[in-house]
């Protein structure tokens, strides 16, 4: 298995700021994900974090809101940029582990509320 | 694509009574089955899987069953305790696939003490 750490653990922000969001993993892993949960629902995933290329997003998200990098094997950061309320969600971080399985391990989730 | 249903949406139960919690998917290709369970505040654990070369898999008190051809799948936990109550989601994935998972839509599951 794999730990993953995120920061910040919660935020509140103000409409039309950005946030943006740490994910470290523990282990070598060979894929890192970024997924919304929005309060009850389901997670959705918003983009395939790659190292060292641009991420690979899924229908109806794009980069200039939420730009993703992942500078090396561990780490990644997700921002949420112009947000509107809209974006209050959990933002999740997920990895799968070099070697390992091709399960997904979770982090514990940004929880950000936007006013 | 994938697209995986999850039933029910809500699940009460006495405390030592048995729990089920079905998910069927779409594409065929499919061939990888995770279980996470989602406590409140934090972030989805894996609690088991299962592959498609496998019929059922158990872990102590928690067991998945798989039946490809009906294309769907089940957890299933003994013995509840208050301690499993928590949102459980099942995923489906193509592990040779770019290893995105298509999640259902999750279960509330209460244990009633």
């Known amino acids: 298995s794999a730990v993953i750490s995120q920061k910040p653990s919660r935020d509140i922000c103000q409409r039309g700021t950005s946030l943006t969001i740490q994910c470290q993993v523990d282990?070598?892993?060979?894929?890192m994900f970024w997924y919304r949960q929005q309060p009850g629902q389901s997670l959705t995933l918003i983009a395939t974090a790659n190292q060292g290329s641009e991420a690979t997003y899924e229908s109806g998200f794009v980069i200039d809101k939420f730009p993703i990098s992942r500078p090396n094997l561990t780490f990644s950061t997700l921002t949420v940029s112009n947000m509107s309320p809209e974006d209050s969600s959990i933002y999740l971080c997920?990895?799968?582990?070099?070697?390992?399985?091709?399960?997904?391990?979770f982090g514990p989730g940004t929880r950000l509320l936007v006013l | 694509g994938e697209n995986v249903e999850q039933h029910p949406s809500t699940l009460s139960v006495q405390e030592g009574d048995s729990a089920v919690i079905k998910c069927t998917y779409s594409?065929?290709?499919?061939?990888?089955f995770p279980w996470y369970k989602q406590e409140l505040g934090k972030g989805p654990q894996l609690i088991i899987d299962i592959r498609s070369n496998v019929g059922e898999k158990k872990d102590q008190r928690i067991a998945v069953t798989l039946n490809k051809t009906a294309k769907h799948f089940s957890l299933h936990i003994t013995e509840t305790q208050p301690e499993d109550s928590a949102v459980y989601f099942c995923?489906?994935?193509?592990?040779?696939?770019?290893?995105?998972?298509?999640f259902g839509t999750g279960t509330s599951l209460t244990v009633i003490p």
């Open positions: 282990s070598q892993v060979t894929m």
């Open positions: 997920s990895a799968s582990i070099a070697g390992g399985p091709e399960t997904q391990y």
């Open positions: 594409d065929s290709a499919s061939n990888y």
């Open positions: 995923a489906a994935s193509i592990s040779t696939s770019g290893n995105q998972f298509y």
